[in-house]
């Protein structure tokens, strides 16, 4: 695990409403201690966190704000080609374009003076292979060949992130999306336990500095917690009591050097009932969940990092922006309260 030390520092889930890459750019800078480069969701389709990574996926069909897999061609080529681009770490191949993320390229050519530290994100094999189908609108993860590829797929897309990512600073978080590990265990997702994890390692095993997995809804979260993951970001402002069940698992997560991403202030409109104050309290009823199951406070606070609950993609841009500034001044608040 790379060393890192969160220091109740600021960070962003990713997403924003705006459309202009410079505008969110510059909110992305000014907001949190750990910049985040923007995705920019209603800029254009492309940049929906599904569509976003798709870029020459096997039999890829992206028309009429719709993404499928057309089964019906023959995708043996293409396949091959991801698997040689794969095996050679062909990291151009798996080249994410400006028309697909111009927030992550606006990001990239910033001249300012960043910190040094930035994070990325990437959207995980679990929700991307859910979300995307075939013709027959059928679950690419559910075919055995498209699930291997798929998280062949982001794993390369994620290197080249991260390869990115380091020309502007030595150290780099990417967090891997999966938002769709909240159904996990239901009647909506029939995998095992062993195929998640499978998934989401080929993911890990190609990022170098610090992984994370993020997931807003509650989940399994010995599953998460039992994978190579270095930071495990949740909504806590509506889910620290169910991370609580697992304690014993948080705290051997802790023990090897894991960091928390407590996602406490509310990514929607409920941030305008909330102040530093209201949050802060909450922080700290968050951590006494933990505390009163024998975690010590200060083992939870030396692994905190502090985040909005999820990404503000779909919030109106003043709303937006409030909670990336609340999860700046909540951290700040947090690192002068606890010393």
């Not at 505008?23 to 929906?48: G, K, M």
């Not at 059928?138 to 291997?148: F, Q, R, T």
């Not at 620290?240 to 697992?246: D, G």
Request: net charge negative.
């Amino acid at each position: 695990m790379t060393e890192f030390k969160p220091e109740l520092r600021s960070l962003a889930a990713g997403s924003l409403p705006h459309i202009d890459a410079e505008a969110a750019c510059q909110v992305a800078l000014s907001t949190t201690d750990i910049p985040t480069w923007p995705q920019l969701p209603r800029r254009s389709f492309l940049e929906n966190m599904y569509v976003q990574f798709s870029e020459r996926f096997p039999g890829i069909v992206i028309e009429n704000e719709r993404i499928y897999v057309d089964r019906d061609r023959d995708l043996d080529p293409e396949l091959e080609q991801l698997y040689v681009a794969y095996l050679m770490n062909d990291l151009e191949y798996a080249a994410v374009s400006a028309d697909y993320a111009a927030g992550l390229h606006c990001f990239l050519g910033l001249e300012a003076d960043l910190p040094p530290i930035i994070k990325g994100q990437i959207t995980g094999p679990v929700s991307w292979g859910l979300m995307v189908a075939d013709s027959n609108r059928k679950p690419i993860l559910y075919d055995d060949i498209m699930a291997e590829a798929v998280a062949k797929h982001l794993r390369l897309k994620a290197t080249w992130m991260e390869r990115e990512l380091r020309k502007l600073s030595p150290q780099t978080i990417v967090l891997v999306d999966e938002p769709y590990m909240s159904s996990f265990g239901s009647e909506f997702i029939s995998l095992s336990r062993e195929e998640v994890i499978a998934a989401m390692e080929e993911v890990f095993a190609g990022i170098e500095g610090l992984k994370g997995v993020h997931c807003c809804g509650n989940t399994d979260w010995s599953l998460l917690l039992s994978t190579t993951v270095d930071i495990l970001n949740l909504d806590a402002y509506a889910h620290a009591e169910a991370l609580a069940l697992y304690a014993e698992e948080v705290s051997a997560f802790l023990e090897r050097g894991g960091t928390i991403a407590w996602g406490i202030v509310p990514a929607s409109e409920q941030v305008h009932d909330e102040t530093v104050d209201s949050l802060s309290e909450r922080f700290h009823q968050a951590l006494a969940l933990f505390t009163d199951k024998g975690l010590h406070q200060d083992d939870l606070l030396s692994s905190a990092l502090i985040m909005p609950s999820c990404g503000c993609g779909s919030l109106p841009v003043e709303t937006a922006e409030r909670v990336l500034r609340l999860a700046g001044e909540l951290a700040t608040a947090l690192q002068e309260r606890y010393g």
